[in-house]
């Protein structure tokens, strides 16, 4: 998506940095990082990763990365809007400190998984 910084599968390893996103929940298959872009207008997402299970198709979640916990706070409003036919359910996972929150354990959405793919095994769940 030339120039937006919307990353795709090599995001995974390097995953997200500035420590604050929005789990997204129920989106279209078909959706592309250009529609969540979109989704969030005027916000400009940092990253936008696209879950997608072992069969290589979408599982209709997402994580998006914004610059500032009040840009995330900020997309947050846009929870339950919708995107084609669905509505769209948006997790906050931002601290105002960020990242070095999220190390200590303050992690928000991914604290209550217990496990699962991508992003969500990159070290931001909690222990059992």
Request: net charge neutral; glycine share 18%.
């Amino acid at each position: 998506m030339g120039g937006h910084g919307y990353g795709g599968q090599g995001d995974v390893c390097s995953g997200f940095h500035s420590g604050h996103f929005v789990h997204m929940r129920g989106l279209p298959f078909r959706a592309t990082e250009g529609d969540i872009a979109k989704f969030f207008s005027p916000l400009n997402p940092l990253r936008v990763h696209i879950d997608v299970a072992p069969n290589g198709k979408s599982t209709g979640e997402a994580d998006v990365e914004f610059r500032s916990h009040e840009d995330t706070v900020a997309a947050m409003s846009k929870d339950k809007n919708h995107m084609q036919h669905r509505y769209i359910e948006l997790f906050l996972n931002s601290t105002a400190s960020g990242a070095a929150e999220m190390s200590r354990g303050g992690g928000g959405y991914y604290d209550n998984l217990g496990g699962g793919g991508g992003l969500r095994s990159g070290g931001l769940r909690a222990s059992y």
